[in-house]
T-cell receptor, first 114, second 117 residues
């Protein structure tokens, strides 16, 4: 079946503008994750959704970052008043929501803040 | 908090040869999962291999195998018969066992693997 998809693939914005990044998980996957990857670095966890449970927001770097998920489908990551240090690739992953399951990643959105 | 360290920023291997990528981690837990992911220039993270900490046997997937040393908290990846398509960034990752909050992956900084023809 289809994998995890993300849109847009690339986003260029001006400092101070708001951006929305979208993630479509694999159908049936109850768990959804957002990660950030700065240039030349590993992935940093941002936020985790599991079914109808309250999301784990412990990785969000500031209150400018927020995310929503509609049921067990689409998720949107919003960054308000973007800063240059927000420039990174934002990766989404989904998994069936079982103990030790494998996370499947999307191709990411490259965000550039000018 | 768990940390994952990859001490080799770059590695190079001749096609058809064998290369080993290193990974160490720090945790106070006894049960967990370890993963190696590959990230080619397309940015897509691809699972290469996974290891459950409670299993003593090292995981293998075709040309890929791991050397899991639990006491030393070491988890290296061996790639045999290297191919040009193996060239990519490789990330080691740790995940807690419990199926509740805290299911995220903790990643190392990555190792760039170059394969010479």
């Amino acid at each position: 079946g289809a994998g995890v998809s993300q849109s847009p693939s690339n986003k260029v914005t001006e400092k101070g503008k708001d951006v929305e990044l979208r993630c479509d998980p694999i159908s049936g996957h109850t768990a959804l994750y957002w990660y950030r990857q700065r240039l030349g670095q590993g992935l940093e966890f941002l936020i985790y959704f599991q079914g109808n449970s309250a999301p784990d927001k412990s990785g969000l770097p500031s209150d400018r970052f927020s995310a929503e998920r509609t049921g067990e489908s689409v998720s949107t990551l919003t960054i308000q008043r973007t800063q240059q240090e927000d420039s990174a690739v934002y990766l989404c992953a989904s998994s069936p929501g079982l103990a030790g399951d494998t996370q499947y990643f999307g191709p990411g959105t490259r965000l550039t803040v000018l | 908090a768990q940390t994952v360290t990859q001490s080799q920023p770059e590695m190079s291997v001749q096609e058809a040869e064998t290369v080993t990528l290193s990974c160490t981690y720090d945790t106070s837990e006894s049960d967990y999962y370890l993963f190696w992911y590959k990230q080619p220039p397309s940015r897509q993270m691809i699972l290469v291999i996974r290891q459950e900490a409670y299993k003593q046997q090292n995981a293998t997937e075709n040309r890929f195998s791991v050397n899991f040393q639990k006491a030393a908290k070491s988890f290296s990846l061996k790639i045999s018969d290297s191919q040009l398509g193996d060239a990519a960034m490789y990330f080691c990752a740790y995940r807690r066992l419990r199926n509740n909050a805290g299911n995220m992956l903790t990643f190392g900084g990555g190792t760039r693997l170059m394969v010479k023809p």
